[in-house]
Every structure is written in structure tokens, then in C-alpha cells.
């Protein structure tokens, strides 16, 4: 089935500094992307839609100047946590969907000290 | 999309089959029961997906009922390896469809 790939799949930086996140769709082209970011035994929260080649579209209450998307081909989508805060900790994950099916990657765990 | 409403949690024997509940009681006509489940610290997997019919795949089966209200997703012989949350999701599957998770429900696999 297809594949989405996650890197880092684990990163931890001073507070501060800029963490940068990549979602690649392996096996088909992706227009959008969407980037989740779930804290310990919540749900996901769904934080913003990346859409190739325009601007991302971000959920409420989500600041895009501290999480910058950046879709700059139909495989990989980015996402910067930038001066990432130890309030930033937190487990992102990545989507894409393939027709009627979603497809996630393995998620990326943050922690700012 | 509708909002759906499932237990926090449940447990069942490995070997047995396991039942998931879920209630979608304002679902309309063009939103589809989802249904995915997250192990710890992984990304969501896809199980399975219906509007009307029951759906079975080499995963699990779906049962929705007539009036689509609720549905219950059916692992027929649960592992150990089915201990994870499940989402069940009702949503319209237009272009660039956004899923939006719920609680989910906790299932525990017992040996």
C-alpha cells in the first residue's frame, strides 16, 4: 500500500532554536498534506493543510509564523517548528490521502529542553 | 462532518472477536463511517471504510446499520497487536477531506 514517511521519527533541541520536520508521500503524488500534533493520551489535533505550490491553511488558534508548511513538490511537505518552546514537546504527525484513503506517517517526537 | 460518539474503553479476550461501538447519529447521506487506530506512538492506520453496505476486508469487518446511525467495527480474532485506540470517523469525502480525530475508543487485548 502506499507510504508516507516521516523524518526525524525522534529530535530533541534547545529551546530556542528551529526544528525542521519532512513528510514524503513515497509511492504517489500528494497535493495536500495535512500535519497533526498530539500531546500525551489526547487525540490527534489536526494543525494545519499544506497544499503544493500555495500557501498552507492552518487551524484555529494555530500560529503559522511559529509553524511554517512549506509544500514545495508533490512528494514532500516541511514542517519548522520555529524557537520552539518546551510547550512545542509534543508528538507531529503527517498525512497525505491517496483517493478515499488516508495514509500517515510514523510520526515525529519533539522535545524541547 | 458529524460528530460520532464511542465508549472510552473496552477489553476482550485474544482469540475472541472484538466489538467497537460507535454512534453517528447526525450522520448525513454523503459522509462515510471511518475507521482507524493508532498504536502507541505510531501514526493512525487505516482499517476500513462503508456508507451503506457492510464492509469486510482482511483486517476487520463493518457493520452499519440501516438507518446509519451507528455501526460497529468487528476484529473476528483479536492479538495482542490489536491493543491500540480506534477512531471512528464519519466524513464526506470531497477533495482534500479533513480528518478529524475524536477520543476514540481504548481496546486492551487481554492474553
Known amino acids: 500500500g502506499a507510504v508516507v514517511s516521516q523524518h526525524p521519527s525522534r529530535v530533541i533541541c534547545k529551546s530556542g532554536t528551529s526544528v525542521k520536520i519532512e513528510c514524503r508521500s513515497l509511492?504517489?503524488?500528494?497535493?495536500?498534506m495535512f500535519w497533526y500534533r498530539q500531546f500525551p493520551k489526547q487525540s490527534l489535533m489536526l494543525m494545519a493543510t499544506?497544499?503544493?505550490?500555495?500557501?498552507?491553511?492552518?487551524e484555529q488558534g494555530v500560529e503559522k509564523d511559529k509553524f511554517l508548511i512549506n509544500h514545495a513538490s508533490l512528494t514532500l511537505s516541511t514542517l519548522t517548528v520555529t524557537s520552539a518552546h518546551p510547550e512545542d514537546s509534543s508528538f507531529y504527525i503527517c498525512?497525505?490521502?491517496?483517493?478515499?484513503?488516508?495514509?500517515f506517517g510514523q510520526g515525529t517526537r519533539l522535545t524541547v529542553v | 462532518d458529524a460528530k460520532t460518539t464511542q465508549p472510552p474503553s473496552m477489553d476482550c479476550a485474544e482469540g475472541r472477536a472484538a466489538n467497537l461501538p460507535c454512534n453517528h447519529s447526525?450522520?448525513?447521506?454523503?459522509?462515510?463511517v471511518y475507521w482507524y487506530r493508532q498504536i502507541h506512538s505510531q501514526g493512525p492506520q487505516y482499517i476500513i471504510h462503508?456508507?451503506?453496505n457492510n464492509e469486510t476486508n482482511e483486517m476487520a469487518s463493518l457493520i452499519i446499520t440501516e438507518d446509519r446511525k451507528s455501526s460497529t467495527l468487528i476484529l473476528p480474532h483479536a492479538t495482542l497487536r490489536d491493543t491500540a485506540v480506534y477512531y471512528c470517523?464519519?466524513?464526506?469525502?470531497?477533495?482534500?477531506?479533513?480528518?478529524?480525530f475524536g477520543k476514540g475508543i481504548t481496546l486492551s487485548v487481554r492474553p
Open positions: 509511492d504517489f503524488q500528494a497535493t495536500t
Open positions: 462503508g456508507l451503506k
Open positions: 499544506s497544499n503544493e505550490g500555495s500557501k498552507a491553511t492552518y
Open positions: 447526525t450522520i448525513s447521506g454523503n459522509e462515510y
Open positions: 470517523i464519519a466524513l464526506n469525502t470531497g477533495a482534500n477531506s479533513k480528518l478529524t
Open positions: 498525512s497525505a490521502s491517496r483517493g478515499a484513503e488516508a495514509f
